[in-house]
């Protein structure tokens, strides 16, 4: 008892002698820079290995991701950020491929290679024609594109509409619309998306299929397989197709690096794919948005299984879908992914407070 009292006395005397209100030191908020030179000389090397990893054959990851942009339905992709969860910069650094969603960031306000789309008028309130890379302009955005691209590795591809006809465009001063019945206009779209690509500084395209015929696919994929993919002029930009339900032609396979099968909670059969694709192309991917008895997929990591991993615990989706390509593979090709990972980094930041980090939210997490 004697010795509590001292303790708690010696406390009250310390408390009571400093009187002086001291500054609280706060951590400054990390700033990111495209110059080289302002890495740690343990950052730089990090980024290497990182980067030499993602050049080495394995399994990859594949995300779609939304959350960069504004809502649907903005009339621009300038955006200020509030916080790091919408942020490129905010994804895992290990990730090989992501597909942007809601648009392509630029950093100009505006190049010659335009096209036409729907654009509100401020003033009048009218949806006009007018070039689209007016929409595009999101140079915060495009920053944290640029950092992830020459730091990490991470490679960027926009999502080409191969679901729908009518889509109008101009390309070399020419006006088109795209019909299926129509080549011509379905080879200029595939050009007019090579333009695109290569005016972002983007990694390369993923031709959303679920629509089209065989016959339009392969001609868009033969027409942009001239300068991506394997057999391109380019070949470090990808060519991919994702689908549900039913895929495109064999035709279609010595164009593409990947053939991305939304195999959503294991709906078309979860694992497998059309027989004339390499297991080292295939890349499955769950929906991170639906929801199970045990809650959102990306609480998770994906839909429940009945099965287990090695360790003896219960195995969701995408660890299903990673541990099956990589076995497929023996490690040095195919991939998993999830839909829309938006939300996972709430799980980051709760991960975090449940650790200690009481103070972690998402003004601060970066």
Not at 163 to 179: A, M, N, R
Not at 326 to 331: D, F, K, P, R, V
Request: proline share 4%.
């Amino acid at each position: 008892m004697k010795k509590i009292i001292y303790i708690l006395s010696a406390a009250l005397a310390l408390a009571a002698c400093d009187t002086k209100v001291e500054k609280l030191k706060i951590q400054d908020i990390k700033t990111y820079s495209l110059d080289e030179s302002a890495l740690s000389a343990e950052d730089q090397a990090y980024y290497e290995n990182l980067k030499e990893w993602k050049k080495s054959k394995h399994t990859i990851s594949y995300v779609y991701f939304a959350a960069w942009a504004p809502p649907e339905g903005a009339t621009s992709l300038f955006i200020e950020y509030k916080n790091m969860k919408p942020r490129l910069m905010s994804l895992p650094d290990s990730l090989d491929i992501v597909n942007l969603w809601m648009g392509t960031p630029m950093k100009e306000e505006y190049t010659d290679a335009c096209f036409i789309g729907n654009v509100k008028n401020e003033e009048t309130g009218e949806i006009e024609r007018a070039p689209m890379h007016t929409y595009d302009y999101s140079p915060n955005a495009y920053f944290d594109l640029e950092y992830c691209q020459k730091f990490k590795g991470t490679r960027f591809v926009m999502h080409a509409d191969a679901s729908h006809y009518g889509q109008e465009f101009e390309l070399d001063g020419k006006k088109w619309t795209v019909s299926a019945s129509d080549e011509e206009s379905i080879r200029a779209y595939g050009r007019l998306i090579v333009d695109i690509v290569n005016t972002h500084g983007l990694d390369g395209v993923d031709f959303d299929y679920e629509g089209w015929g065989d016959t339009q696919i392969f001609w868009v994929i033969d027409e942009v397989g001239k300068y991506f993919g394997p057999k391109g002029e380019n070949p470090e930009k990808l060519l991919i197709i994702d689908y549900f339900g039913g895929y495109p032609g064999a035709n279609v396979e010595p164009y593409i690096d990947y053939l991305v099968k939304q195999a959503y909670s294991a709906q078309g059969a979860g694992v497998g794919g059309p027989g004339w694709c390499p297991a080292e192309k295939m890349v499955y991917c769950e929906q991170y948005e639906q929801s199970s008895g045990e809650g959102p997929n990306y609480l998770n990591g994906g839909y429940p299984t009945n099965m287990t991993n090695p360790d003896g615990e219960k195995m969701y989706m995408l660890e299903r879908y990673a541990r099956y390509s990589s076995e497929a593979t023996e490690g040095q090709g195919g991939g998993f992914g999830a839909y829309y990972i938006d939300n996972d980094y709430d799980n980051g930041v709760t991960a975090l407070q449940n650790k200690g980090y009481k103070d972690c939210n998402y003004e601060s997490y970066g």
